[in-house]
DNA sequence: TGCGTATCCTAGCTCCGAGGTAGGTATTCG
DNA sequence: CGAATACCTACCTCGGAGCTAGGATACGCA
């Protein structure tokens, strides 16, 4: 579904919320991917991976040498995860038939032929996984809130084990 | 995301679903793996595989030999589509951490341990699914329903270009 | 000024699963 | 019988996920 890509470049966004050095007058105190590498138990060169998308998407800032390291560029609250999510993996889109045009709208691709009878399907799962994303902020995650909201989340009444 | 087998699998059984032969008292008429893939231009071998999985869940009925083929086990109206992509694609989780306990409850693997800060993300997102797909049935496909329902779907306001 | 610490960049490597092929056997109809 | 079909097992190939390696560049500090 999801690849580690966007669990642990969520893991290093959340650490990032969390350990934010406090502003001292010349911008936050940035945090070493070394020091988050070592928290998390994740590979340190594969993180500089992840967060050159994170920075090429502007979701993160970098200050390079000694006692350098990366802060958010934005407040949490600012960040959906829907952005992260993307920067990290790429447009998403439940399979190949389904994208988006430049205006956002979703279209199918193969257009002109024979539309794919199952766009409709496709069409709703894309949907809700992206509306889930929006509706989502980094602020949502940096606290182990256990019932914030009253209820969202109905658990699936099967949740279909194979 | 998902994976052809969830495309093309769901692609047979909207066929199935349209195609269905009138019940001549003996049960309905099955079709062939190889009209089928004929019609959708799709490799039969592969759909043979695909299909086993639905036989397996139960979700079609077939009848060996000459004028053999494919049916489905219930009336479309009965069949979500929760149920055939999980047959296709195996256990919906969008990452690996997230899955479902006997009873359906969803859970954290590496419970014990410190459990993932982005556990609430990823639950959420995978309810966001299993509810969109658990809502439609075979039966909302088999006819190209151009709004059919009034706005449960509102398209997402950015659909975040890569 | 030079050393240590970081980010940055490019290249490559390995392994596994997706996607499909091949070829056989069992079953049923005409 | 023989054609058509489902059923089963094994195999192949290729691309991407998930890393690793090694350097170049930038910054802080003694």
Redesign the pocket.
């Known amino acids: 579904m999801f690849?580690?890509?966007a669990e642990?470049g969520v893991r290093v966004m959340v650490h990032l919320a969390r350990e934010a050095g406090d502003d001292a007058g010349d911008g936050p105190v940035?945090?070493?991917?070394?020091?988050i590498a070592d928290a998390e138990g994740?590979?340190?060169?594969?993180l500089?991976?992840l967060?050159?998308r994170l920075?090429n998407a502007e979701l993160v800032e970098?200050?390079?040498?000694?006692?350098?390291?990366?802060s958010l560029a934005r407040p949490p609250a600012q960040i959906t995860m829907a952005e992260v999510v993307e920067a990290l993996e790429g447009e998403i889109a439940p399979i190949e038939c389904i994208t988006a045009d430049s205006e956002g709208a979703l279209v199918c691709a193969r257009e002109g032929e024979a539309p794919c009878p199952t766009k409709l399907l496709w069409t709703r799962v894309q949907g809700s996984i992206v509306r889930t994303l929006s509706e989502m902020t980094l602020a949502d995650l940096i606290l182990p809130l256990p019932h914030r909201v009253p209820a969202p989340l109905s658990p699936p009444k099967e949740t279909l084990t194979a």
Chains 1, 2 share one sequence.
């Open positions: 690849s580690t890509k642990y940035p945090i070493s991917l070394g020091s994740l590979p340190l060169a594969y500089e991976h967060v050159r920075r970098s200050r390079r040498g000694a006692h350098g390291g990366y």
